[in-house]
């Protein structure tokens, strides 16, 4: 049985959130393009390094990001729903999964 706020139903995250989230894969975006011309360009691979290490910090920030969202919101309310153990070992891969 899956718990409707594990994937069944669309996800709660609020507009502020979705604001911050956009703003955030936007800038990744960029650094992605900028990465992609530094290698196109020839740059010097400590240079292409330091803007990979930086967009991973940004990717970083997005997922604490959207994992505070879906502990506030998506595993809280299945919790409170009483899905039993369910939302436990989902929990427990997605902290897992994310804690590498």
Do not use: H, W
Not at 29 to 37: N, V
Not at 65 to 83: D, F, Q, V
Request: charge should be positive; include cysteine.
């Amino acid at each position: 049985m899956k718990i409707p706020f594990l994937g069944e139903k669309t996800q709660i995250i609020t507009e502020e959130r979705k604001a911050d989230a956009t703003l955030r894969l936007n800038r990744i975006e960029g650094q992605i393009k900028g990465i992609k011309k530094m290698v196109a360009e020839g740059r010097p691979c400590v240079e292409i390094l330091t803007q990979l290490a930086s967009t991973q910090e940004a990717l970083r920030g997005l997922t604490k990001l959207m994992m505070r969202n879906y502990l506030e919101n998506c595993a809280t309310e299945a919790i409170r729903s009483k899905s039993g153990d369910e939302i436990y070992d989902e929990l427990m891969n997605v902290i897992f999964k994310f804690a590498k």
